[in-house]
C-alpha cells in the first residue's frame, strides 16, 4: 500500500465492532506513540557519559518517571521531565558535546510527542502526516538549538559564571521573559 | 453541519504545553542562575516551540458534517462523509467516529488550510431507519499546544431499503382469479396448456376445432370436436408483518435495555427482507401482492401488481417499527378473499398463531415465515439460560399448533427457498394444481 492510499482505521478495534472505517491515510496507534514518548523520555534521563553515569535506584525512577510521561502524557509530567533533565546535568557536571547535543534533541523531542500524545485517546490512532508535518516545524527549533549547544560547548563554557553581574544581568532577563510569555495562571487554558 | 465562526479569542492552551513551556523556562532561569549555559539550552528548545506553536494559535471554531450521497441505500456498504471545517492554520484535528452505543473510531488527522474530507465506509445488515455514524471533531492548534472547543456532533441517518435475494418456487393460494396472469387456473380459457378435447359448443372458436379428433370421434362429421385450454390467472398474496417484536440474536438485548450489535440482524430486518424477496417473486410472476402489518393499525397497502407495487411495497417495510401503535387490534387483518396469507413474525406471543387460525378457519392459505435470528447463548448465566428456555419451550408450542392446523412453516434462517419449495408441492390441502413457478428474471 503506498502512503496516499488510504487505510482503514478500524481493524479489530471499536471500528470493526460498529461496522466501520474511517479512511485516511498511513496512521499508527496512539499507544505506540506513547510507548515512544516513554522511550525517548527514558533515553533523555539515563543517557550516561563520562563522569554522568545514573546509579541503579535512580535509573529506576527516572524510567518510572519516563513511563508516567508516556501513560499520561495529559498530566503535565513532560514538564517535571525536562527540569530532571536539566537537574542532572547540573548535578553531573558538564556533559560532553555529543551528550548536550543528544540531550537537546531526546528532550525536545520527548516533549514534542507528549504534546500530541497527551490529546490522542489510548485506544486511537494517529495519522502520520500529522506527525510528519510537525516534525519539519521540530527540525526549525532544534536546528539552532544545537548550534546553540555546540557554540556553548565549544566557546563559552570556560568563561561562563566567571562575571556575577553578566549572570545576575541572565537571570534577571530570563525571568522577565518568562513573566511576559508564560500564560497567566487560567487564562486561556483548556479546562 | 455545523458552520465554524470567529469568536475573535484564540483557541486554549494545551495543559501539557503550558508544563513543557514551565519546565523549559525553569531550566533556563537554573542554567542562568548557576552559570551553567549547557543546562539552559536543554531547556530553551522546548520553551521556544512552545511559544512558536502559542504565537500562531487559530482563532474562530470548528464545524463538522456528515454527508451519505446514496438517498435509499440497500444493506451492505454504504459511504459517509465526514467533512472538518476549521481555520486555515489548524494543522489537525481529533475525528472521532460512532455509531449507536459502540465505541467510537478516533483518528487524528491532518488538515489541508483547517480542511479534510475523510471517507467513512459503513457496514451494515440491518433494513429500515438507522442511524449510520455520528461524527464529533476537535481540532488542535500547531504542534497540539492549543485546541478549539469541540464541535456539536453531527449525525447521518437513513432508511436502508430491505434487499431482494432471489427466491425459487412459492407457494400459490387455493383459488386464483381473474382472467390474465401467469398461472393455469382450472377453469377453461386461453392462455394455459390442454384441458380436455369437448364437443363443439355455442361460443368456440372456429379455430379449437381439431380436426384430427373430429375425424376419428365422428367420420360422419356429425359433431366437431374442440380443444380446450385452461385459463391463466394470477394470484393475491398479502404480506402480513408482526412488527411488535424486533429482537436480535442476544436474548439478553430483548429487554429494551441495551441495543442489539448493529452488525447483526433483528427479527424485524429477517422480516423485512423476507417480505421483500417473496414480494419480488409474486410480482415477477405477475401476481397481485399487498402489506399489511401486525402491529399496527393504519391503512394496509392493497394488493397491486408491477414493478412500482414492489417499490412501494419495500418501502412500506423499510419504514415498519416497532411500537408505533400500542393499540390491540381487535381483530385479525382483513384480507382479500381467496388471498394467500404469508405472515412474518417470531411468534414469541400468542397473537399471531390466534390470526392465523382465524384466517386459516375462514379459508385462506397461511405461510409462516419465523423470523426469529440465530441466538447467541453461550455468554447467557444459568438463570437466563432457564428464562430462555421457557421462552422457546412457549415458542415451539405455538409452532407446533401452527402445523397442527395445517400450516406451512419456513424458517428464513435454515434455507427458506427449500421450504418455500416444498410449501409449493405440498399446495393446499386438495388442490394440487395451484403452485407455480417464480421464475429467475
Known sequence: ?191 | MTVPRDDGRPWARAHASVAVAAGGAALVLLGVAAGRADVAVVGVAPLVAVLWDWSRRPRGEVGISLVQPVQQPEPGEMVVHAGINAPDDAPAALLAVRRGRTPAVVTLVRLEHGRRVVRVRVRTVRTGPQELATAEALALGAGGASLAEAADPVEVRTVVLPGTPRLGEVPLPPRLRGLSGAHESRRAGEGGGLRDVHPYSSGDRMRRIDWRTTARRSPQLRELYVRREHALAEAAVVLVVDSRDDVGPDPLTWRGSNLPDPLEATSLDLARTAAAALAQAYLGQGDRVGLDDLGVLRRPLPPGAGRRQLDRVRHALAVTQPGIDQRARARAPQVPSGALVVLFSTFLDDEPVEVAAHWQRIGHRIVAVDVLPDLRTRHLDGRERLALRLVSLAREDRLAALADLGIDLVSWRDSPVTALTLARRRGAPGRGRTVASAAHR
Do not use: K, N, Y
Not at chain 1, 563520562?50 to 508516567?68: D, E, F, H, I, N
Not at chain 1, 546535568?89 to 547535543?101: I, K
Not at chain 1, 548550534?147 to 549572570?167: E, I, K, M, N, Y
Open chain 1, 1 to 191: 500500500m503506498s502512503a496516499a492510499e488510504p487505510s482503514p482505521t478500524s481493524g479489530r478495534g471499536p471500528g470493526a465492532r460498529a461496522g466501520l472505517d474511517v479512511e485516511v491515510g498511513r496512521t499508527v496507534p496512539a499507544w505506540t506513540v506513547r510507548a515512544v514518548v516513554a522511550l525517548v523520555g527514558s533515553a533523555a534521563l539515563v543517557l550516561p557519559w563520562p563522569g554522568g553515569v545514573l546509579p541503579a535506584p535512580v535509573v529506576v525512577l527516572a524510567v518510572a518517571l519516563a513511563l508516567v510521561v508516556g501513560l499520561r502524557p495529559r498530566s503535565g509530567a513532560a514538564g517535571v521531565l525536562v527540569v530532571a533533565v536539566g537537574l542532572r546535568l547540573a548535578v553531573q557536571g558538564p556533559a560532553p558535546l555529543w551528550a548536550l547535543c543528544t540531550l537537546v534533541l531526546l528532550v525536545h523531542g520527548t516533549v514534542w510527542l507528549a504534546t500530541w500524545a497527551g490529546r490522542v485517546p489510548f485506544a486511537a490512532r494517529v495519522e502520520l502526516a500529522v506527525l510528519r508535518s510537525g516534525l519539519r516545524r521540530l527540525l526549525v527549533v532544534q536546528v539552532p538549538a544545537q548550534a546553540v549547544a555546540v557554540l556553548v560547548v565549544t566557546l563559552a563554557q570556560p568563561s561562563v559564571g566567571a562575571s556575577d553581574v553578566a549572570r545576575i544581568v541572565g537571570l534577571v532577563a530570563a525571568a522577565a521573559v518568562t513573566v511576559l510569555v508564560l500564560p497567566r495562571a487560567g487564562a486561556d487554558e483548556e479546562d
